[in-house]
């Protein structure tokens, strides 16, 4: 049987174990999977799009990069 694959965790860089072992990956801990969460729930990672016909206009759906009309 081969060694358990390493991979390197998307938080902190080091490595992290690809195994039913490890309960968090990809990520190395339990902190580097909350870290990673709280920055999608603070919205700091986004994911880049355009407004839609059906969201123009609408109050609340501005995206902050959108000039203002």
Not at 18 to 32: G, I, K, L, Q, T
Not at 41 to 49: H, K, L, P, Q, T
Request: proline share 10%; with cysteine.
């Amino acid at each position: 049987m081969s060694a358990p694959r390493k991979v390197r965790c998307p938080q902190c860089g080091g490595d992290a174990l690809w195994s039913p072992e490890n309960p968090w990956r990809p990520f190395c801990s339990e902190r580097c999977k909350l870290i990673d969460l709280g920055c999608w729930a603070s919205e700091s990672y986004r994911v880049a799009g355009q407004q839609s016909d059906d969201e123009a206009g609408v109050v609340g759906l501005e995206f902050p990069d959108t000039p203002q009309r």
